[in-house]
């Protein structure tokens, strides 16, 4: 019996000292991580929505890294009576510990650098990027275009003198056909380059090298072959924007009816400022029109989507967000109720007094819960583009001090 007790013992000992909790830990820990790391991003976007809307400014803090040491501690004690007469008592005991350490860096995205990519315009090539990625233009649009032609993307601006719809109205339209075309396969989107301005010329070429063609190109300009013995510079503008295909007749009036102007009157010399280029074969005038469009940058595609917020009416009547007093269609309403109803088909924030049970994304804020429902697809897919847009134009920014350094122990 004492040896039984003693085998019993030993092989108790090697089974809990030999348990490989390691390849486990790092199956459950990984995606657990990862599940955390892409709720606190989104956190932080709709924190950032709710800060814009109440007239706040705004914080973003990047994760720098996350590491994680485990402990573990097995103990076993036996023991028995074995008399010399009688039965023999033996008794085996073990308790395991396990404990789970990590730490969490945090870099703030601030400084010259970041402020310039949050306020520059997004760049034509990475909306064309999105767009062939399959993001639907219409939502690509109505988030990242500002103005296009003379339609501007502003819910709360009036219908002009003698129309009875808005521009807003028009623009909605409009990005709801191309986007129709566009999934018929009717209309196709590219990029087209510049053509650029002559900023000066014509000048001789004597002792213009090779590395002043690549000098003039880094800048943005272009030395280009004039008249024998001359040079023109030019300076270079942004890509535009290309629409093609052979819409039918009636979709070309729809869309001339948004734009509100005649095909013969779409041509537009631009030079600086970003433009669309339709090529609409069909009729008259039709080849080759083009219209200014100008693009949002980051912060101002934030501060367009939070605008339409839902606000405790309290927090309205307090003046902690904006909300003038205006006429529309013939009623009356506040800014902010103008946007919402324009805008919460694209994204729709709500807010509530307790912790809303089917949140996509949730968090408090000035006693109130802000929140996206989960059945709510139409928001979730303009939030995901929200953060491919964000993550695009802010890069890799460099670790700017202060880092925070958080060691969280857990057992």
């Given at each position: 019996?004492?040896?039984?007790?003693?085998?019993?013992?030993?092989?108790?000992?090697?089974?809990?000292?030999?348990?490989?909790?390691?390849?486990?830990?790092?199956?459950?820990?990984?995606?657990?991580?990862?599940?955390?790391?892409?709720?606190?991003?989104?956190?932080?976007?709709?924190?950032?929505?709710?800060?814009?809307?109440?007239?706040?400014?705004?914080?973003?803090?990047?994760?720098?890294?996350?590491?994680?040491?485990?402990?573990?501690?097995?103990?076993?004690?036996?023991?028995?009576?074995?008399?010399?007469?009688?039965?023999?008592?033996?008794?085996?005991?073990?308790?395991?510990?396990?404990?789970?350490?990590?730490?969490?860096?945090?870099?703030?995205?601030?400084?010259?650098?970041?402020?310039?990519?949050?306020?520059?315009?997004?760049?034509?090539?990475?909306?064309?990027?999105?767009?062939?990625?399959?993001?639907?233009?219409?939502?690509?649009?109505?988030?990242?275009?500002?103005?296009?032609?003379?339609?501007?993307?502003?819910?709360?601006?009036?219908?002009?003198?003698?129309?009875?719809?808005?521009?807003?109205?028009?623009?909605?339209?409009m990005t709801d056909l191309?986007?129709?075309?566009?999934?018929?396969?009717?209309?196709?989107?590219?990029?087209?380059?510049?053509?650029?301005?002559?900023?000066?010329?014509?000048?001789?070429?004597?002792?213009?090298?090779?590395?002043?063609?690549?000098?003039?190109?880094?800048?943005?300009?272009?030395?280009?072959?004039?008249?024998?013995?001359?040079?023109?510079?030019?300076?270079?503008?942004?890509?535009?924007?290309?629409?093609?295909?052979?819409?039918?007749?009636?979709d070309r009036e729809e869309?001339?009816?948004?734009?509100?102007?005649?095909?013969e009157s779409l041509r537009?010399?631009?030079?600086?400022?970003?433009?669309?280029?339709?090529?609409?074969?069909?009729?008259?005038?039709?080849?080759?029109?083009?219209?200014?469009?100008?693009?949002?940058?980051?912060?101002?595609?934030?501060?367009?989507?939070?605008?339409?917020?839902?606000?405790?009416?309290?927090?309205?009547?307090?003046?902690?967000?904006?909300?003038?007093?205006?006429?529309?269609?013939?009623?009356?309403?506040?800014?902010?109720?103008?946007?919402?109803?324009?805008?919460?088909?694209?994204?729709?924030?709500?807010?509530?007094?307790?912790?809303?049970?089917?949140?996509?994304?949730?968090?408090?804020?000035?006693?109130?819960?802000?929140?996206?429902?989960?059945?709510?697809?139409?928001?979730?897919?303009?939030?995901?583009?929200?953060?491919?847009?964000?993550?695009?134009?802010?890069?890799?920014?460099?670790?700017?001090?202060?880092?925070?350094?958080?060691?969280?122990?857990?057992?």
């Amino acid at each position: 019996m004492k040896r039984g007790v003693v085998r019993c013992l030993g092989v108790v000992a090697c089974v809990v000292a030999g348990c490989s909790l390691g390849p486990t830990a790092l199956r459950s820990d990984r995606a657990n991580y990862n599940i955390a790391v892409q709720r606190s991003a989104n956190e932080q976007i709709l924190l950032n929505l709710v800060r814009l809307k109440y007239r706040e400014p705004t914080s973003f803090l990047e994760i720098g890294s996350i590491s994680a040491s485990f402990n573990y501690s097995v103990d076993v004690a036996g023991g028995g009576t074995f008399p010399r007469s009688g039965a023999n008592v033996g008794n085996v005991s073990g308790s395991g510990r396990y404990a789970e350490n990590p730490t969490i860096t945090y870099s703030p995205l601030q400084g010259e650098q970041f402020a310039k990519r949050l306020m520059a315009e997004l760049d034509m090539k990475t909306f064309i990027l999105m767009e062939r990625a399959g993001w639907n233009i219409s939502r690509l649009m109505r988030m990242c275009v500002e103005q296009f032609g003379d339609l501007r993307n502003d819910p709360s601006l009036p219908p002009a003198a003698g129309e009875t719809e808005s521009g807003y109205s028009r623009f909605v339209r409009m990005t709801d056909l191309l986007a129709r075309l566009k999934k018929d396969g009717v209309l196709r989107f590219g990029l087209e380059p510049s053509r650029g301005m002559k900023v000066a010329g014509p000048v001789g070429s004597e002792g213009v090298k090779v590395g002043d063609y690549i000098s003039a190109h880094k800048d943005g300009y272009e030395i280009v072959q004039g008249s024998p013995g001359k040079i023109d510079i030019m300076k270079s503008g942004p890509p535009s924007l290309v629409i093609e295909g052979e819409p039918s007749a009636k979709d070309r009036e729809e869309l001339r009816k948004c734009l509100s102007c005649k095909a013969e009157s779409l041509r537009w010399e631009t030079v600086v400022t970003g433009s669309v280029v339709f090529y609409l074969p069909g009729g008259k005038g039709e080849e080759r029109m083009e219209v200014p469009l100008r693009l949002r940058s980051v912060l101002d595609v934030l501060f367009y989507l939070a605008q339409g917020i839902e606000v405790p009416s309290s927090h309205a009547r307090k003046g902690y967000v904006k909300a003038h007093w205006h006429g529309e269609k013939g009623g009356k309403g506040t800014d902010w109720q103008v946007w919402r109803e324009s805008t919460k088909d694209l994204l729709d924030v709500r807010c509530s007094l307790l912790p809303p049970s089917q949140a996509f994304v949730s968090i408090p804020y000035r006693g109130h819960w802000f929140y996206l429902d989960d059945g709510d697809v139409r928001s979730k897919d303009t939030f995901a583009l929200l953060s491919l847009v964000f993550s695009l134009q802010a890069g890799e920014m460099p670790t700017t001090l202060p880092i925070l350094t958080i060691p969280v122990s857990g057992r």
